[in-house]
């Protein structure tokens, strides 16, 4: 499980809601320590049984809450596996102590994983190429978050370096990434005060040259729903 910014109990519903339980998850990895993120991550670990994995930095500022889980700490730049899964974490600009963002390999089918992004890197780029699905964060629309209720330095913070991807910086990076094996895609991390799903959904199309229907969106109470990424999943 990637996150873990629900409760333990709030987790469980939403895995059920799948067909899900916390019995099928064999570790969480949480990427940094906003709450969004990492809230619920020391009793998901500690109730569900399983390991926590994250970087030496996200550790140093959540190590208070998590006595009795067990933590498996990692280098950002040295992928490694769980299970079956290779996970090949890389390092991303947010505004947290050690951020890191995902590519998930089963050896044949890659799933990369963008969040809490300020600005996109060469090396985020190289990543997230030849995907076979992906889930961008598509934080806010810059006209909405520029217009909308949100105090200055806030709206400086999320728009800067080391905040959020906006639906158009996604749509950029999307362009340069996307390949003939992407088969799936996904706008994530949307603002219910900054977006519309509609704006997002409409940014990535126009980057992937497609009807803005084949983009997916997770919004906040639904999530996305679950998908095989096997020769028979469309
Ligand atoms: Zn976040
Ligand atoms: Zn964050």
Known sequence: M????????????RLERHDRHHENL?????THE?????RGAANCARQFGVPVWMTAGTFSALKHELDGADVRLFSPHEPFAIGDIEVIPFPVPHDAREPCQFVFSDGDKRLGFLTDIGSITSHVVDMLSDCD?????CNHDARLLRDGPYPASLKVRIAGRDGHLDNGAAAELLARVGSPRLRYVAAAHLSETN???ELARAALARAMGCEPGWIDVAEQDEGLAFYHLSETWV
């Open 2 to 13: 990637l996150d873990a910014g629900f409760s333990a109990r709030e987790t469980r519903a």
């Open 26 to 30: 064999c570790a969480i990895l949480v």
């Open 34 to 38: 906003h709450g969004d993120h990492g």
């Open 133 to 137: 699905a992906l889930v961008l964060e």
């Open 195 to 197: 977006n519309r799903p």
